[in-house]
């Protein structure tokens, strides 16, 4: 199994990004697809979960955030609007080991992705 996080770039405030997660080895519209975010000096933390049947569960960010499957492609996006610099992170997609959203617990998560780089100006 292989995730490709990407997207990632810098970006003033106020503005958007869509990273993207693909896969290979694995059907994403099996399991649930996380997005999770490690700020410099923080600790990873759960921005976002996507479950098979499209519902979302928000931990960090809600309302400037939402995740998009296209199951045609095996991918899943993350669309971040009116971002502020505090955002800025590492983001990582997260492959869940099943088909409803979890609390935000790293163990839950069978397969990551390398991760994107998103940096936002103020």
């Known amino acids: 199994v292989q995730l490709q996080a990407s997207g990632g770039g810098l970006v003033q405030a106020g503005g958007s990004l869509r990273l993207s997660c693909t896969a290979s080895?694995?059907?994403?519209?099996?399991?649930?697809v996380a997005w999770f975010r490690r700020a410099p000096g923080k600790e990873r933390e759960g921005v976002s979960c996507?479950?098979?049947?499209?519902?979302h569960t928000y931990y960090a960010v809600k309302g400037r955030f939402h995740q998009i499957r296209d199951n045609s492609k095996n991918a899943v996006y993350i669309q971040m609007n009116n971002l502020r610099p505090e955002d800025t992170a590492t983001y990582y997609c997260?492959?869940?080991?099943?088909?409803?959203?979890?609390?935000?617990?790293?163990?839950?998560?069978?397969?990551w992705g390398q991760g994107t780089q998103v940096t936002v100006s103020s």
């Open positions: 997260a492959v869940s080991e099943y088909s409803d959203c979890t609390p935000a617990t790293e163990s839950f998560y069978a397969h």
């Open positions: 996507i479950s098979t049947s499209g519902g």
């Open positions: 080895g694995i059907r994403l519209d099996h399991y649930a």
